[in-house]
């Protein structure tokens, strides 16, 4: 399968520990996104990566999240200190852009973290 | 403030019959538009895309309609099938920008 991987696919942990998400893109993309999606809501942009540029950041991503994608391959979202309200699907995306365009998103099947 | 809006939480459709998913935004520097399907358990996957130059695209059953002066975008579906129902999320961004910024969805049911 050589779609976007996610892992864990679920994440269940206690109020103030701290949690990583891992993400393989497809290999031959060079963006890579990061969405968060709630109960009845469309995904919402918390950051993107081209190669391993972090390029832009959502003012959802508080200072407890943190991402890398230290060889602009995979990429790894940390949460520390979790509160209930993290509670989400993280959805990882990856894509190919050559010069301008947002284009097609291919997503991976997220990781859900249940915060207690 | 909710960029990019899908008023109808679901839709109910027999087979057969024409499916027609709504889709307004009020950012008017959006220049590209996209739909995405999701099953249960599954990342969203890409269906269709209009850019604001064309106003109609289709692909087989699918079509996507763009109104500019209403910012308003649909999706057709004909014939809608049982294995059309899914989420459905419109989505949009600027050419040339890094996110797309999605609708909250509309759930469709394709009764057979």
């Known amino acids: 399968d050589t779609g976007v991987s996610q892992n864990p696919r679920h994440k269940i942990t206690k109020r103030g520990q701290n949690v990583t998400f891992r993400c393989d893109p497809i290999s031959e993309h060079n963006r890579l996104y990061w969405y968060r999606q709630t109960l009845g809501q469309g995904p919402e942009f918390l950051t993107y990566f081209q190669n391993e540029a972090q390029l832009e950041k959502s003012r959802l991503l508080s200072d407890r999240f943190s991402a890398e994608r230290p060889k602009g391959s995979f990429s790894t979202l940390e949460i520390q200190r979790t509160e209930q309200g993290d509670s989400a699907m993280y959805l990882c995306?990856?894509?190919?852009?050559?010069?301008?365009?947002?284009?097609?998103?291919?997503f991976g099947e997220g990781s859900r973290l249940t915060v207690l | 403030d909710q960029q990019v809006k899908q008023n109808s939480p679901s839709l109910s459709v027999q087979e057969g019959r024409i499916s027609i998913l709504n889709c307004d935004y009020t950012n008017s520097m959006f220049d590209y538009f996209l739909w995405y399907k999701k099953y249960p358990a599954e990342g969203p996957t890409f269906l269709i895309s209009i850019s604001s130059i064309k106003d109609k695209n289709e692909d087989g059953r699918f079509t996507v309609f763009l109104n500019k002066s209403a910012k308003h975008l649909s999706l057709h579906i004909v014939p809608s099938q049982p294995g059309d129902s899914a989420v459905y999320f419109c989505?949009?961004?600027?050419?040339?920008?890094?996110?797309?910024?999605f609708g909250a969805g509309t759930i469709l049911r394709v009764k057979s």
């Open positions: 995306a990856s894509s190919f852009i050559r010069t301008r365009g947002t284009g097609e998103l291919f």
């Open positions: 989505a949009a961004s600027v050419l040339g920008g890094n996110k797309l910024v």
